[in-house]
């Protein structure tokens, strides 16, 4: 019976990927991806990952989605590109008929039993003081990796941001908003805050030993911000703003001094010291927080365009 | 037929079917949405990897789910920057198309 | 009392299920925006309501089943007011999707 629904959503989403790749219409295919991507979570929850799920829902789905939709709606007026030669096309068909058949040669012989590091995770996690596996994986057992994503979401912002032209640096980015002050854009986006602000940091605190965490909280108060600069209620900061700079290093600086302090009191950077290890990842997720709400919210409108107002 | 095994060929046709998009669509933006496409074939992939690791009362791999995370957060950071590359390509030559010489750049006031 | 709680589960789910089914056929079948805008809001809106409704008793906790309840309420008030959006743009003739 799950097997007849995993096949259903299979034939689905692959059918959506089809029409996300082949469609003439370029909106079409940002509809088709936007849908994609929410069926794509039942997969993830199909394979019991469900932070994965609620990652894919708020980001790979959400955000991407609206980032896409902008860039679609203002590539309306470009010049269509000359369509791809025959030659292409075959050429593209055979790359791509050829990835898939090594793939799949290679996913019917993975190894039985499946290597794994689950009993590794069980046996530990108990010193971190966290009960969901992933925020500990994230936070103690692999945190190098999440120090680097950070600075990776933070070098993305700084590329996007030095694509602005000069006559815009440092304003404020992408353009004004200019919903009607008593329309139903500014009334959902008066009403919603107080929801999703409860909402985003429930899904942040909860993370320490349920499905959740920092990213999929920072998602959604990035969301809540987003709307209500689409509805003209806010604006977004001008690039050079002090503070503005300030909060967006904030959370990788408290990431490093936390490694640092680890290194001189665990004996290497970014160990945590047993005794201290929950308080010690709770100040690395509540010091990220702000910057990745920060960032998330700010890779959408883009590069500065405005210098007034 | 088990449920890994289906997910994990599924991920390979969506890998397959981001490859032709990347490849075979002229428009740059239609490159983007075919990355993340095969992007996600990735992912699926590691997950029904992570999933076969279900051990020690875990439904999965947490180190696997974990890096998973981690992935899906850097592939919209890229994904934001290829579009913002996209639109000033856009803004200051006017077109989206990679093929041609690019036009005299000019000091745009948009 | 569990066999009545299922019951009202399927009949339940069941109905939100035939609400979709409708939404899916106003949405691919009716000639226009507004049209189509009418089918998706009232059906989705109902059938959610409905699934939401038959799946509270069977997760085992109040405030489980509050924050499906929440789901829903949340749902119907973006549904709204997007398709109120979505609505206006048609009147002004400046569709989204060329």
Request: proline share 6%; charged share 10%.
């Amino acid at each position: 019976m799950t097997l007849l629904f995993d096949a259903a959503l299979v034939v689905v989403l692959l059918g959506l990927a089809a029409w996300v790749v082949l469609a003439r219409n370029a909106f079409a295919a940002v509809a088709a991806f936007i849908a994609y991507g929410l069926l794509l979570t039942l997969a993830w929850l199909q394979l019991h990952g469900i932070d994965i799920a609620l990652t894919e829902a708020a980001i790979g789905g959400g955000l991407t989605g609206a980032l896409l939709i902008g860039a679609v709606i203002r590539l309306r007026t470009a010049p269509p590109a000359a369509p791809a030669t025959s030659m292409t096309l075959a050429l593209a068909a055979i790359a791509a008929a050829t990835t898939t058949a090594v793939l799949a040669a290679c996913v019917l012989a993975l190894p039985d039993p499946a290597p794994t590091l689950a009993p590794l995770v069980a046996d530990n996690i108990a010193v971190t003081g966290v009960e969901n596996a992933i925020t500990a994986v994230l936070l103690a057992f692999r945190s190098m990796d999440t120090l680097l994503e950070a600075i990776v979401l933070l070098f993305a912002l700084v590329g996007a941001w030095s694509l602005g032209a000069d006559s815009a640096w440092p304003g404020r980015p992408g353009f004004a908003q200019s919903a009607p002050p008593n329309g139903i854009l500014a009334y959902l986006a008066r009403i919603l805050p107080p929801i999703g602000l409860v909402i985003g940091v429930y899904i942040f605190w909860t993370g320490a030993d349920n499905p959740g965490g920092k990213f999929q909280g920072a998602t959604i108060l990035a969301a809540i911000w987003l709307l209500t600069m689409a509805a003209g209620l806010t604006d977004a900061p001008r690039v050079g703003s002090r503070w503005l700079r300030a909060a967006l290093v904030a959370g990788p600086l408290g990431f490093i001094a936390v490694g640092v302090f680890g290194s001189y009191s665990a004996g290497a950077f970014l160990a945590l010291p047993p005794e201290a290890a929950k308080p010690l990842i709770l100040a690395i997720e509540i010091a990220l927080m702000p910057t990745l709400t920060l960032i998330l919210a700010l890779l959408l409108p883009g590069p500065p365009q405005r210098t007034s107002s | 037929m088990n449920d890994t095994l289906l997910y994990g060929l599924t991920a390979c046709a969506l890998i397959g079917l981001g490859v032709f998009g990347l490849i075979a669509n002229p428009a740059p933006l239609r490159k983007i949405l075919a990355f993340n496409i095969a992007g996600s074939g990735v992912f699926l992939l590691a997950g029904a990897v992570a999933r076969r690791g279900a051990a020690a009362g875990f439904g999965g791999d947490p180190v696997l789910q974990a890096l998973l995370i981690t992935g899906i957060v850097v592939a919209f950071s890229a994904t934001a920057l290829a579009v913002a590359l996209v639109l000033r390509l856009n803004a200051v030559t006017g077109d989206v198309t990679l093929a041609e010489p690019p036009a005299e750049p000019t000091d745009d006031n948009d | 009392m569990s066999a009545l709680l299922d019951l009202w589960t399927v009949v339940l789910v069941s109905a939100g299920a035939v609400f979709y089914l409708a939404g899916t056929v106003g949405l691919l079948r009716f000639p226009d925006a507004l049209t189509r805008l009418h089918a998706l809001t009232k059906a989705d809106n109902l059938g959610l309501g409905l699934v939401v409704l038959g799946l509270v008793p069977q997760v085992g906790g109040v405030i489980i089943g509050i924050k499906l309840v929440a789901v829903w309420l949340l749902v119907m008030v973006s549904g709204a007011c997007v398709a109120q959006l979505i609505a206006r743009l048609v009147r002004h003739g400046s569709d989204p999707a060329p």
